[in-house]
């Protein structure tokens, strides 16, 4: 399984981006997908997650009420959309897909990853 990230770019802050994320392969539409983040000289950390259906969805406390995660399993797709924007939310932006139906924030639960768009929020 092959996953494409796009849609990142650089936004003052309080902007808005939606990054979305393609799958090679419609069987990724049984498993969880994720999105994880690393920002320079940082580890990599949970963003959110969306189960296979969609009807689950969990997300790092940093940016509940602002991001906000979808799928569309017919496109092969999912997205994130990122509101409110901080500077701190500046990363480069992996999505991934995982072994099973849910995986949450376990990133070791995760078998597929994209390569990466950067999100820049400038203050």
């Known amino acids: 399984v092959q996953l494409q990230a796009s849609g990142g770019g650089l936004v003052q802050a309080g902007g808005s981006l939606r990054l979305s994320c393609a799958a090679s392969?419609?069987?990724?539409?049984?498993?969880?997908m994720g999105w994880f983040r690393q920002a320079p000289g940082k580890e990599r950390e949970f963003v959110a997650a969306?189960?296979?259906?969609?009807?689950?969805?969990d997300y790092a406390d940093s940016v509940k009420g602002r991001f906000t995660i979808s799928r569309d399993n017919a496109k092969n797709t999912v997205s994130l959309q990122l509101s409110s924007l901080k500077p701190e939310d500046t990363a480069l932006y992996y999505c991934?897909?995982?072994?099973?139906?849910?995986?949450?924030?376990?990133?070791?639960?995760?078998?597929?990853w994209g390569q990466g768009t950067q999100v820049t929020v400038s203050s």
């Open positions: 969306i189960s296979w259906n969609g009807g689950r969805t």
């Open positions: 392969r419609r069987t990724v539409g049984n498993n969880v």
């Open positions: 991934a897909a995982g072994y099973r139906s849910w995986a949450s924030a376990d990133s070791t639960r995760y078998a597929y």
